[in-house]
């Protein structure tokens, strides 16, 4: 870090430095000023997606969701067929607990796309769908994809991805969304 903090001293429109240095700030817990780092990497290099989905995780990292979503769907812009993005977004407008975040048909379809694009092999692009398809109002959908995330997981031998999996089922079997966490 104090050699990327040299580099941007001395040479400030050094974008990548700017950027690594947000991402290692934001990697020790210095949220604030790592998003201010990468606030400027976008500033100088609009184009620069790795920038924006770096941006996105520490505004999440800040449970500033509606800020993730916006650079996460900026990245997205650069890295159309990013699944791990693509779920990034989608789970945040599926289980946001502000209904100002919140948009599940737009989730949806992010899902679906991510879902495409791994062949229906990957659980957590299926756990994304899933949470987008109770936020539609879709329960026994949701349950579906949710159930064949969970054996996917299964079979991969993520036992911790299981038992998430495990409980939002049982939430869409009752009818329930899935809200993440408050704090």
């Known amino acids: ?13 050094f974008v990548e430095a700017e950027a690594n240095l947000g991402v290692a ?4 817990g210095s949220l604030d000023e790592g ?16 920038a924006h989905r770096n941006l996105g995780e520490a505004y999440a ?25 693509l779920n990034r977004i989608a789970w945040i407008l599926a289980t946001a607990q502000d209904d100002r975040v919140r948009d599940g048909a737009r989730a949806k379809a992010l899902a679906e796309r991510a879902v495409r694009l791994t ?12 949470a987008a398809l109770a936020e539609v109002g879709d329960f026994e959908a949701a349950a ?12 991969q031998g993520n ?13 869409f079997e009752r009818g329930l969304k899935f809200r993440e966490p408050a704090g």
Do not use: N, W
């Open 1 to 13: 870090m104090p050699h990327l903090r040299v580099a941007v001293a001395e040479r400030p429109s």
């Open 144 to 155: 579906a994809a949710t159930g064949e995330a969970l054996a996917l997981a299964r079979l």
């Open 119 to 130: 062949g229906r092999r990957d659980p957590a692009s299926l756990d994304s769908l899933g």
């Open 35 to 50: 998003v201010a780092h990468l606030q400027r990497a976008v500033q100088l290099r609009p184009d620069f997606a790795s």
């Open 61 to 85: 990292m800040q449970r500033r969701f509606k800020d993730a979503a916006a650079s996460y769907s900026k990245a997205l812009e650069y890295l159309p067929d990013d699944v791990p993005l």
């Open 25 to 28: 700030l934001a990697a020790q």
């Open 159 to 171: 036992q911790a991805l299981a038992a998430e999996l495990e409980q939002r089922l049982r939430l």
